[in-house]
């Protein structure tokens, strides 16, 4: 596990971690940072997302018909990233995460590290996120 303080980590982190996460900090565990890349009305929306160590987001789902999901394309720190069902990925810089319509995951920072990745609405037709149950501390100290 890489780990990373904060100092070292607001040197890397190049698109700036932005402000509080406050309209979705319902969906995290821990403190998540949004810093918006493009206007909410873009074609594409893209932001920063920066997470404290052991902050970690729900299980959830981007729902789509036709197109969706989402991508996510590491930047600093150390992560994870799971699909239900499926082995942990380790996130670290560079790493791109393509995520289909419709899959349930989570992801975050690990416990001794800040994190901040890219996300990327993909673009599709009706759709949603379901934001589901928490990524509760007995599993994630597990990992």
């Known amino acids: 596990m890489t780990k990373m303080n904060k100092e070292e980590f607001d040197k890397i982190n190049v698109f700036g971690k932005g402000k509080p996460n406050v309209n979705f900090a319902k969906y995290f565990i821990g403190e998540s940072f949004l810093n918006p890349l493009t206007d909410q009305d873009s074609p594409l929306f893209m932001a920063n997302v920066t997470f404290e160590p052991r902050c970690r987001n729900n299980w959830h789902i981007h729902r789509s018909t036709n197109g ?32 289909p319509a419709n899959i349930k995951h989570w992801h975050g920072a690990k416990k001794d590290s800040w994190f901040s990745h890219i996300s990327i609405e993909v673009p599709g037709e009706n759709t949603s996120n379901d934001w589901l149950e928490e990524v509760n501390d007995e599993y994630y100290d597990n990992l």
């Open 68 to 99: 969706g999901g989402q991508i996510l394309i590491c930047i600093a720190g150390s992560g994870w990233y799971q699909e239900e069902g499926k082995d942990l990925v380790s996130l670290e810089p560079s790493k791109v995460i393509v995520i």
